[in-house]
């Protein structure tokens, strides 16, 4: 089984027990407030059922967005629920609106304290707050700020009830007004979570860059590493909770291709290991003479090294300065060095092919003096390759 389908299955289970008990604490509330005549509890119970209607679209978005890439979303489809933490965000500020204005303007002088709503409310703070640590623990362990959000909705509606019970309490001491200011309490404390949810989440889906103490982190775990030095240009963006990260690491300029493809790996691994919210890290290698973005701070022109003839170009003016040494000088994998905005090559030759007796370091000689007739070599080694 895949990460992706775990972390669904989890979030899917965790949503179905909340949504359960969403349900049956609402309807408890609301008939009880019914027969209570307290418009708060009432109100509060309504609360809880929003948070079913929460935990619906949660269930269908944790099931989408858990899919992995395919063409069309070739970084998955995270971004599905942050866009669904959006509009539940959207749905409570509504909610809070709706229960602000039913406050004001519903005759709350014959609430009255009664057992049963004592006892919903009671229950409701109890399993309301077991259903936060629940669903956050899983929400922290699959890294998904849609579950903490329900998570914090959650613990929103033991909160409220806290204010209900406070309310009918003024009210069984002849407050009659203290039943109104309980559910204006409750829409407060609705819309206020409801505003940071929409606000974290717009900062998401706009490419907000995460916390900068834990791109530091993540600057020092691959800063830890042998042969790789100063990582720099790091961009980081989220989705649902999930870090995609690209950045700059030098390595030694001696190092080959393949060496600076390994270390890339070595540093993306490393990284995922440390920190597991981080999903993807691409990795741009630099030699440890120049930072490769400076060069691009150049408005005015072409980059210095960008001016230096490409592969083909040099393949073709070795083949034609070169065409008297052809028959020992492998001219193909001839190796080029760009750096310090200079071009060093290093020239293949095969010893065996060459006449019997000849002088290698005249033969050598003869190649570099051919070699400086080009104006854009600044130094050129040949290394001979000796038969088995």
């Known amino acids: 089984m895949t990460t992706l389908k775990k972390e669904e299955d989890i979030a899917k289970r965790v949503t179905l027990v909340g949504a359960v008990w969403d349900a049956l604490l609402g309807l408890a509330k609301i008939v009880a407030g019914y027969f209570s005549q307290s418009q708060a509890l009432i109100a509060d119970g309504i609360h809880s059922l929003s948070d079913l209607v929460t935990d619906v679209f949660v269930y269908f978005a944790s099931a989408n967005s858990r899919q992995g890439p395919d063409e069309n979303h070739p970084y998955g ?101 203290a039943d109104m200011v309980a559910s204006v309490i409750v829409a407060l404390l ?30 020092d775990t691959a800063n830890s590493l042998k042969h790789v030095m100063a990582p720099h240009d790091v961009r980081a963006r989220s989705m649902a909770g999930k870090i995609y990260l690209d950045m700059h690491i030098h390595v030694p300029s001696h190092a080959s291709v393949s060496e600076g493809h390994y270390l890339g790996d070595l540093v993306a691994y490393t990284i995922k290991k440390a920190h597991s919210q981080v999903e993807d890290v691409m990795v741009h290698v630099d030699t440890d003479e120049t930072i490769q973005t400076d060069s691009f701070t150049h408005k005015s022109g072409k980059p210095p090294h960008l001016k230096l003839p490409a592969r083909h170009q040099i393949i073709a003016d070795l083949g034609y300065l070169l065409r008297q040494h052809s028959a020992y000088v492998d001219i193909p994998n001839t190796r080029l060095h760009y750096l310090n905005n200079q071009l060093d090559l290093e020239i293949i030759a095969q010893s065996a092919n060459t006449a019997e007796g000849a002088d290698l370091k005249q033969l050598t000689a003869r190649i570099l003096q051919e070699l400086q007739t080009t104006n854009y070599i600044n130094k050129a080694t040949v290394l001979w390759a000796f038969p088995e």
């Open 77 to 177: 489809h995270l971004r599905f629920e942050t866009l669904t933490t959006v509009f539940l965000g959207m749905v409570l500020i509504v909610v809070a609106f709706g229960i602000g204005y039913e406050a004001f303007n519903a005759d709350s002088s014959q609430a009255q304290l009664t057992w049963y709503g004592l006892t919903a409310i009671l229950v409701t703070i109890a399993v309301k707050e077991a259903i936060f640590h629940y669903t956050k623990k899983a929400g922290d362990e699959i890294g998904s700020k849609m579950l903490v959000a329900n998570a914090w909705h959650s613990r929103s509606d033991a909160l409220s009830s806290v204010a209900v019970l406070i309310g009918l309490i003024g009210v069984y001491f002849g407050y009659g007004w």
């Open 190 to 219: 609705i819309g206020k979570m409801a505003i940071s949810m929409v606000w974290e989440n717009l900062a998401e889906l706009v490419d907000t860059a995460p916390d900068p103490k834990l791109i530091a982190q993540i600057k």
